[in-house]
């Protein structure tokens, strides 16, 4: 009988430790999977990746890259005005022929 003591008690132990654990496991997961701290590793993995894909590692501005980059946002807002005239333009050309 003096036996089982020592090992329902050793047993007993483990299992405190390992619900202790697992608490704490699931503890931290649910801080790591809350949608606002997603969001936080997202926004700082995107400002990474636009930092190293911007300037070198020295921290000056790869120029080369930034004017690639103005002048595709420069040809998206272009091609965006000309598409908004010319749906404008469909249109008043439809209304035109319906009018009576």
Do not use: C, H, Y
């Amino acid at each position: 009988m003096s036996n089982d003591n020592p090992s329902m008690t050793k047993l007993e132990n483990d299992i405190v430790t390992t619900r202790d654990r697992l608490a704490q496991t699931i503890d931290e997961l649910t801080v790591r999977a809350a949608p606002k701290n997603v969001l936080e590793r997202q926004k700082a993995q995107a400002k990474a990746s636009f930092a190293k894909a911007t300037r070198t590692e020295s921290g000056e501005l790869r120029m080369d890259r930034v004017a690639i980059a103005a002048a595709a946002v420069g040809a998206v807002i272009v091609l965006k005005i000309v598409s908004s005239s010319r749906k404008n333009k469909k249109w008043e050309r439809q209304r035109d022929k319906r009018s009576w």
